[in-house]
C-alpha cells in the first residue's frame, strides 16, 4: 500500500476471513522518535471514539499494528478541507480523541523539539545558517506558554489532511497514530490549521466549534505552536534526511517548514501573540 512517509504499509488477504487487514510495519530508524506501545494505545482509544480503524492486533516483538483494511475509505487531500462539512467533521473527530482519558505517555512539542536537535546533533545532521535565531525564538515561545500553563490532552501530533480518510458518505476516520503523545490541545489544532493552510475565518470558526468562544489568548496560543509545530516537524525531516531509507525528500520538507516557521515568527503581530498567550 503506498503513501507511508516513515513505515511499509501492506494489505493482507486471509483465506476465510471477512476482512482485509492493513499491516503497518516500522522503517528504519523510526524507533528514535516513534513509541510503538503508545501509538498501539492512541490507536485503541481513537477506534472506541468511533472516528478510528478497528484495531485487530498488535505484534510487540515486531512494532507492527494490525487493522482492518479500510474498503471504501479513502485519504482525504488539502481540497477535500476547503469543504465546510468535511473540515468542521474532522474537527469532531480530533477533538472526540483529544477528550480521552490521558494516554502513558506525555511528550509535548517542547520534549520532541528537544529530542530532535539532539538527534541531529548526535547525527552531525544539517542546520539552518539562523539555528540560533531560530532557536531563541522557540525559546521565547516556550516561555510563554509554560507561563499560563499547557491544556494536555491525547494528541495524534501528525495532523496531515492523508491522516484523515473520507467515504462516499463523507464520514471522516482518523488514522496513523504513531506519534500520538498527551500534549496541548492548541498544539493539535494549530499543526492541523498548518497542514491544511486554513484562512484566518476558518481557523476561528474552527476555534469557536471546538472550544465555544474565540479569544485573544487562544488565537495567540494556536499562533504561536504553529510556529513550533513547522520548527518540530523541520528538525524531524533533518534526522530522517540522515537515517531513512525511503524514497522521499526529507530536506526539501525540513528546508520548507524552517522557511514557514520563519514568516510566522516575523509576522508584525509575534510579539503581541507572545504577551497574550
Not at 223 to 231: E, F, G, I, P, S
Amino acid at each position: 500500500v503506498g503513501g507511508g512517509i516513515s513505515n511499509s504499509n501492506w494489505r493482507v488477504e486471509v483465506e476465510g476471513a471477512d476482512t482485509a487487514y492493513f499491516f503497518k510495519v516500522p522503517g528504519a530508524g523510526t524507533e528514535m522518535f516513534i513509541d510503538r506501545h503508545t501509538a498501539h494505545e492512541a490507536s485503541v482509544k481513537a477506534a472506541q471514539t468511533g472516528y478510528g480503524a478497528p484495531v485487530f492486533a498488535f505484534l510487540e516483538a515486531f512494532g507492527v499494528e494490525v487493522f482492518e483494511f479500510m474498503e471504501g475509505w479513502r485519504a482525504s487531500s488539502n481540497h477535500d478541507f476547503l469543504q465546510r462539512d468535511i473540515r468542521h467533521g474532522a474537527l469532531h473527530g480530533l477533538k472526540a480523541f483529544n477528550d480521552q482519558p490521558l494516554l502513558k505517555q506525555t511528550k509535548t512539542v517542547f520534549d520532541m523539539i528537544a529530542e530532535h536537535q539532539g538527534q541531529v546533533a548526535d547525527l552531525k545532521g544539517l542546520k539552518p545558517q539562523d539555528d540560533s535565531w531560530l532557536c531563541l525564538q522557540y525559546q521565547r515561545a516556550k516561555a510563554a506558554l509554560e507561563a499560563s500553563g499547557i491544556d494536555l490532552a491525547p494528541c495524534m501530533n501528525d495532523t496531515l489532511a492523508g491522516n484523515f480518510m473520507l467515504n462516499a458518505e463523507r464520514q471522516i476516520r482518523l488514522v496513523d497514530f504513531e506519534y500520538a503523545s498527551n500534549n496541548d490541545r492548541h498544539y493539535e489544532l494549530a499543526l492541523w490549521f498548518g497542514e491544511m493552510f486554513f484562512s484566518d475565518d476558518m481557523e476561528l470558526a474552527l476555534i469557536e466549534d471546538y472550544f465555544g468562544q474565540v479569544s485573544a489568548q487562544t488565537v495567540a496560543r494556536i499562533k504561536l505552536n504553529k510556529a513550533l509545530a513547522d520548527l518540530k516537524w523541520s528538525t524531524w525531516a533533518m534526522v530522517q534526511h540522515a537515517v531513512s531509507q525511503l524514497d522521499f525528500d526529507f530536506y526539501k520538507y525540513g528546508t520548507w517548514k524552517h522557511m514557514r516557521a520563519r514568516s510566522i515568527i516575523n509576522d508584525s503581530q509575534w510579539e503581541t501573540w507572545l504577551r497574550q498567550a
